[in-house]
């Protein structure tokens, strides 16, 4: 789907998968003006189609937009246009229990030109792929480095915003994380390195011996994550105490030294939730309890990987049907 200015959304098509053409001037070659989205939709039990909370996505993608003074894609015609794209063949999506048909809506500045201004011209497309299991073999930890060296926003940055640029300036950190045998970043905050922020892809929950939660709050540096908000949720729909709270590095380590620490887990996406495992830094490593699955992080994980394949109720009302 195009925008131009003084003409609002148009030219709105189905098409198979090719290359797009770009003049080498295209102001998002450039000025990277663009954002993007993740999210799935499922064969759900009955053998219909859905999406889980596609206005969760449709309402962050409005928001990055703003942050990156572009033109927003109305809310509706992003969810009209993912359903009219799956129904385009309701095969796309696979029907094993563990497969889903991943969704990539994005928006990037598409007006020809040098300067740095805000595009009048954008293009919106969705990339529909079908995705096996992000597990092979059950649930597995990730690993963590603790990156010192760089962070993911600073105050006043686009932290909050799913832009390709955030993602940019994170590879140097992530390849970093991957030398050292890890699977993700943990990043700490721009101003102190002192408080955790988020993984490179995924938002993180700590889990103590009174059964409490904590994870980091929205400051405006991290990622709104739309798991992270459903695991609030329904960790709270059992009783369950969750804090959005700072919480430093150094209390993490000294939380899982005392035995306080029982569990962590990072969340998004594509893995739902996972456990983390071994947390390393410059300095040496450690684990939280085993390292291992916990029960509070599994027990989420089954809730919420329910509701998603349509065999848990879906009390929020979060599964949309598509077909
Ligand atoms: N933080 C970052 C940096 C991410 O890229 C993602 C994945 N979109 C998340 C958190 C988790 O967000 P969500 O639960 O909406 O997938």
Redesign the pocket.
């Known amino acids: 789907i195009r925008y131009a200015d003084g003409k609002g959304w148009y030219d709105a098509r189905v098409e198979a998968r090719a290359p797009i053409p770009m003049d080498p001037a295209t102001a998002v070659l450039h000025y990277a003006q663009e954002i993007f989205?993740?999210?799935k939709a499922y064969r759900s039990a009955d053998g219909g189609v859905t999406m889980f909370r596609p206005d969760?996505?449709a309402a962050?993608f409005r928001a990055s937009a703003q942050r990156m003074a572009m033109a927003p894609v109305p809310e509706r015609l992003f969810l009209d246009a993912l359903d009219a794209l799956i129904r385009t063949d309701r095969d796309w999506v696979p029907d094993d229990p563990e497969g889903s048909l991943y969704l990539r809506p994005f928006q990037y500045a598409s007006e020809v030109f040098l300067g740095v201004k805000p595009s009048s011209e954008y293009l919106f497309v969705i990339i529909a792929s079908p995705v096996g299991s992000y597990f092979k073999g059950g649930v597995q930890p990730v690993n963590v480095w603790v990156s010192r060296d760089y962070s993911?926003a600073a105050n006043g940055g686009t932290g909050a915003a799913?832009c390709g640029g955030?993602?940019a300036a994170?590879l140097v950190a992530q390849a970093e994380a991957i030398e050292h045998g890890c699977d993700q970043v943990v990043f700490l905050d721009a101003s102190e390195q002192r408080y955790v922020e988020?993984?490179?892809?995924?938002?993180v929950f700590y889990v103590f011996d009174d059964g409490s939660l904590t994870t980091p709050p929205l400051t405006g540096t991290?990622?709104?994550?739309?798991?992270?908000?459903?695991v609030i949720r329904l960790a709270r729909d059992r009783g369950l105490t969750v804090r959005e709270e700072l919480y430093s590095y150094e209390q993490w380590q000294a939380d899982a030294r005392s035995g306080r620490l029982r569990e962590a887990f990072a969340?998004?996406?594509?893995a739902v939730i996972t456990p983390i495992g071994t947390v390393r830094d410059r300095d040496g490593e450690f684990t939280v309890a085993d390292g291992k699955a916990g029960e509070v992080t599994m027990s989420l994980r089954d809730t919420l990987v329910g509701i998603q394949r349509g065999v848990t109720a879906d009390p929020h009302g979060w599964v949309h049907r598509v077909l």
């Open positions: 989205e993740g999210l969760a996505n962050r993911r799913k955030n993602y994170s988020e993984l490179g892809g995924m938002n991290i990622l709104p994550g739309i798991t992270r908000e459903s969340c998004g996406t594509a």
